[in-house]
T-cell receptor
Framework: AQSVAQPEDQVNVAEGNPLTVKCTYS??????LFWYVQYPNRGLQFLLK??????LVKGSYGFEAEFNKSQTSFHLKKPSALVSDSALYFC?????????????FGKGTKLSVIP | KAGVTQTPRYLIKTRGQQVTLSCSPI?????VSWYQQTPGQGLQFLFE???????NKGNFPGRFSGRQFSNSRSEMNVSTLELGDSALYLC??????????????FGEGSRLTVL
């Protein structure tokens, strides 16, 4: 069974500083990995995905993620944080063994960008 | 292009009642999934529908059911509500032609409170 771990419940970063939100995964076979963001009282918005190819994936709003197969990690990064980036971030992995399209999500990391 | 639309956005029910939530996917998206989000359990997969057929169901009791109509709109029903059913219910759609690599597009969610 697939699993995703987000080791930090909360990450605080100063505006303008680089940010990293960590994610590690466990899958059998090739991982299909996703990052989503959720603002208060809203649904999830897709940020980026890794399927295959280049280990550095670029996504929406200046976010990028680095896939590391040996460390089974898929950390979300941004060079310069904005206050508007404050939100809840979810890492997810596609469950290929379920016979349908099903995502397994991490518990989420609350990002707070301090002005 | 309109996004995933969920109704109602908020509702309050009492224990023992039942509730029906509605989801209209993005035009052209024939796959609809439902997820439950709670502070304690995070995001959990409920079920996926494609072409009016349930393809998979998560680990939820039989009180949770759903269906999909010929126009791809979907409903989920929860009978005999319990306090623990209080949650944000998220619907998501995708293009099945995107295969394994496509991402989910989420609605804003229906927030259910059970008193």
């Amino acid at each position: 069974a697939q699993s995703v771990a987000q080791p930090e419940d909360q990450v605080n970063v100063a505006e303008g500083n680089p940010l990293t939100v960590k994610c590690t995964y466990s899958v059998s076979g090739n991982p299909y990995l996703f990052w989503y963001v959720q603002y208060p009282n809203r649904g999830l918005q897709f940020l980026l995905k890794y399927i295959t190819g280049d280990n550095l994936v670029k996504g929406s709003y200046g976010f990028e993620a680095e896939f590391n197969k040996s460390q089974t990690s898929f950390h979300l990064k941004k060079p310069s944080a904005l206050v508007s980036d404050s939100a809840l971030y979810f890492c997810a992995v596609r469950d290929l063994g379920a016979g349908s399209y099903q995502l397994t999500f991490g518990k989420g990391t609350k990002l707070s960008v301090i002005p | 292009k309109a996004g995933v639309t969920q109704t109602p956005r908020y509702l309050i029910k009492t224990r023992g009642q039942q509730v029906t939530l509605s989801c209209s996917p993005i035009s052209g998206h024939r796959s609809v999934s439902w997820y439950q989000q709670t502070p304690g359990q995070g995001l959990q997969f409920l079920f996926e529908y494609f072409s009016e057929t349930q393809r998979n169901k998560g680990n939820f009791p039989g009180r949770f059911s759903g269906r999909q109509f010929s126009n791809s709109r979907s409903e989920m029903n929860v009978s005999t509500l319990e306090l623990g059913d209080s949650a944000l219910y998220l619907c998501a759609s995708r293009l099945p032609s995107s295969g394994n690599t496509g991402e989910l597009f989420f609605g804003e969610g229906s927030r259910l409170t059970v008193l």
